[in-house]
C-alpha cells in the first residue's frame, strides 16, 4: 500500500489553529476620527473588509482594509507585497511625530511621505489577519488631511479593537 502525503506552499499546512473572526471586525468606525467624519464601507464580508472615512465636503480622507487568510503564510506574504508597493515605492519614511509601535501584531511598518499628496501608510499582520490603513496628512497646503496626532489615536483604537478580538492579556501596573 502506499501513501501520498502532499504538501501546499510554505506554511499552509502546519499552521496551528488561528483565530477567526470575521475580517469586518477589525474595521474601526468614524467615532475614532475627529468630528464630523464619517465611514463608508465598500466590502463587507468573512474575509475582506475595507473603509473609507472623510468629512463630508472636504477632499482628505483615510482608508482600512483588511483581509482574513487561511494562515499566517498567506497573510504574511500580503504585508510583503503592501509593503513593497505601497510604502517602499513610495519612498515613505517613519516619522519621529508618531511614537506609536504595535505590541501585539506579528509584522507592523507606518511610514509618512508624499505621493501626490502628503500622506502616511499602515501594513500590520495579525496571526492570519493583514490591515492596510492609508491617511491623507494635514500640511498647511492640506488642511483637509490628519494630524499625526489624530492618525496616533486611530492606530491605538486599531490596536484596542485587535486586542480585544484576539483577548490579548494588556499590559498592567503591579498595585505597591
Known amino acids: 500500500m502506499l501513501f501520498l502525503a ?3 506552499p510554505r506554511g499552509t499546512q502546519a499552521d496551528p489553529p488561528v483565530a477567526s473572526p470575521s475580517a469586518s471586525a477589525f474595521l474601526l468606525d468614524s467615532t475614532v476620527f475627529p468630528e464630523g467624519w464619517v465611514g463608508d464601507t465598500s466590502k463587507m464580508s468573512e474575509t475582506l473588509g475595507d473603509r473609507d472615512f472623510s468629512k463630508p465636503g472636504v477632499a482628505g ?3 482600512q482594509e483588511i483581509y482574513r487568510y487561511p494562515n499566517d503564510w498567506s497573510a504574511s506574504q500580503k504585508y510583503k507585497v503592501y ?8 519612498k515613505f519614511t517613519p516619522p519621529p511625530e508618531i511614537t506609536f509601535r504595535s505590541k501585539i501584531a506579528d509584522e507592523y511598518y507606518f511610514a ?4 501626490l499628496i502628503p500622506s502616511c501608510a499602515m501594513v500590520a499582520r495579525y496571526h492570519n489577519y493583514f490591515v492596510f490603513f492609508y491617511f491623507d496628512l494635514y500640511t498647511k497646503e492640506q488642511p483637509e488631511g490628519l494630524t499625526y496626532a489624530e492618525i496616533e489615536h486611530v492606530l491605538e483604537a ?9 483577548s490579548v492579556p494588556t499590559e498592567t501596573t503591579p498595585i505597591k
Open 83 to 90: 509593503l513593497e508597493g505601497e510604502i517602499n515605492v513610495r
Open 61 to 63: 480622507h483615510a482608508f
Open 112 to 115: 509618512c511621505g508624499v505621493d
Open 158 to 166: 486599531l490596536e484596542a479593537r485587535v486586542t480585544n478580538l484576539f
Open 6 to 8: 502532499g504538501c501546499g
